[in-house]
């Protein structure tokens, strides 16, 4: 996809060397649609059940997830990253009527430079929600869980409008909710000291990729001190109480 997809989003929030304050990534609600698949694989575009592909723009994401420990960051490394979302027209894999299938799910584990790569599509739309990603971070030793992130990532408007309007989402129309309605962009964080807006500190930035494609990146830096998120929290991935997404491909606009 050529042409200008908008102006650099907001970083992750990072440690303050200056002061020694330390703001780590603002955690989010989990929502209902989590399904804890293990299902190590770079790209999630795949149902290992049937080898159907999903349709849509190819999103190839890079992140980096770093920890603060006494106001120093380093990379996280051997942590477990999970990322799920929605397809072209709004379902999710593996609940309702769609359980058994596996698409848009996966994980992978951070290198020594805490680093993990996935290729993906950008993700559609569901109503009463702005159009995000989720994301999971678990570490373990021998077998225990021993620390637990979650949150979710959004885009800019102007790279919405952009793919959106395209291919196998062209149907489906745009969202009825973007970032500035979305009760969970702008709510407060799960865990840290970010009250409002948290969701301004969980962007995609998103360049031209590969194949006609996307590239999206973003950095988190986790305050790994300050404790696991919980797991949900009231009103779940639908937005405060708003409809959850279909089970199915919805209806056109």
């Known amino acids: ?57 190819q999103l190839d994401m890079t992140l980096n997830f770093s920890r603060v420990d006494n106001c120093s960051s380093t990379p996280l490394v051997g942590a477990c990253i999970d990322i799920w979302h929605c397809g072209a027209l709004g379902d999710y894999s593996d609940v309702g009527n769609l359980v058994g ?9 951070t290198d020594r430079n805490g680093q993990v790569k996935f290729t993906t599509i950008f993700p559609g739309w569901y109503s009463g929600r702005a159009v995000h990603i989720h ?13 637990e992130f979650t949150s979710q990532f959004f885009f ?44 301004a500190y969980l962007f995609l930035t998103v360049s031209p990729g590969a194949n006609g494609g996307l590239k ?12 696991s998120t919980p797991d949900q929290l009231p009103g779940g991935g639908g937005g405060g109480g708003r409809p959850g997404p279909p089970t199915g491909p919805p209806p056109g606009p």
């Open 1 to 57: 996809m050529a042409g200008s997809l908008g102006a650099a989003a907001p970083l992750i929030p990072e440690a303050d060397e200056t002061t020694c304050a330390i703001t780590g990534a603002p955690g989010l609600t989990e929502g209902p649609y989590f399904v804890d698949e293990i299902l190590n694989r770079v790209d999630i575009r795949t149902d290992p059940s049937d080898g159907s592909v999903q349709q849509g723009t």
């Open 101 to 109: 299938k596996k698409y848009l799910r996966g994980y992978q584990m």
């Open 135 to 147: 994301f999971k971070v678990r570490t373990f030793s021998q077998g225990a869980e021993t620390y």
């Open 156 to 199: 800019d408007d102007a790279v919405i409008d952009q793919v959106l309007t395209q291919g196998a989402y062209a149907s489906h129309g745009l969202p009825d909710t973007r970032n500035a309605t979305d009760g969970i962009y702008n709510g407060g964080a799960s865990l840290g000291p970010i009250t409002s807006g948290a969701g």
């Open 216 to 227: 999206g990146e973003a950095s988190v830096v986790l305050d790994v001190a300050a404790g």
